[in-house]
């Protein structure tokens, strides 16, 4: 994206933000509440359309994107976006079916713990459960880019490291992964490339190593030292 801008009326959510996700990389992007990533992320994604500045995913804007290009992208809400009528069963079985070369649904289902509660309608569900069936619904149809928000949010240890093994295996595999989080852990765990915002601009962008080594400190340190002089502008 290259100066992308969004407001709600007087609020600014995202102005002049530019950075990239490149494939084969996961990129996570870091920033407080109110920062604008789900903005951003609505933007890319096709949900929102910007005020200005341009946002390109597979060379396409995704405000206009056909259906062949949207089937190339996976997405992960926070919240929303399945059937809440629906069984996980059902829900990723249809999904598989739209894809021609999708991943096995009963291998996916009990990799992410989800052959559990399978027959257990969406709204019965968890707020932990209902995070696996998105990320598996992200992830069914072997997509080029993945945008994972929040991915591991009420999930317990375990279920956080077999989430972070299928993430690696997207980017392992060719694709761009991009995903939200507020865990630095997280983000030291998985990150090839940083992108941290607050007030709606971009405030550090690179690699784990260059901003650590250019700011000098943790991963953490280095956030809060860029966010706290943003919000003090």
Not at 4 to 31: C, E, F, N, P
Not at 60 to 74: F, K, L, S
Not at 85 to 112: G, I, K, M
Not at 191 to 202: R, S, Y
């Amino acid at each position: 994206m290259a100066g992308l801008s969004k407001s709600y009326g007087r609020v600014r959510a995202v102005h002049d933000m530019s950075w990239s996700a490149a494939s084969g990389q996961i990129t996570t992007v870091l920033g407080p509440n109110g920062a604008g990533k789900t903005t951003t992320m609505e933007c890319l994604e096709g949900l929102q359309r910007p005020d200005a500045g341009r946002a390109t995913v597979l060379g396409v804007n995704p405000w206009r994107a056909p259906d062949h290009h949207r089937a190339r992208v996976g997405v992960m809400l926070q919240d929303g976006g399945l059937p809440n009528q629906a069984t996980p069963a059902r829900a990723l079985r249809h999904l598989a079916a739209l894809y021609a070369d999708p991943l096995p649904v009963d291998a996916l289902a009990e990799r992410l713990g989800i052959d559990r509660f399978a027959s257990t309608t969406l709204r019965r569900l968890s707020g932990g459960q209902k995070q696996r069936v998105a990320l598996a619904a992200a992830v069914i149809g072997r997509p080029d880019v993945v945008f994972l928000d929040e991915p591991t949010a009420g999930l317990d240890p375990h279920a956080r490291l077999e989430v972070w093994d299928l993430i690696r295996e997207q980017r392992d595999r060719g694709a761009a992964v991009v995903v939200t989080t507020h865990s630095f852990e997280e983000a030291q765990k998985l990150a090839d490339h940083v992108v941290i915002i607050a007030e709606g601009t971009v405030v550090g962008d690179g690699s784990l190593a260059d901003l650590t080594h250019r700011h000098g400190g943790s991963l953490d340190e280095v956030y809060f030292t860029l966010t706290r002089a943003e919000a003090g502008r």
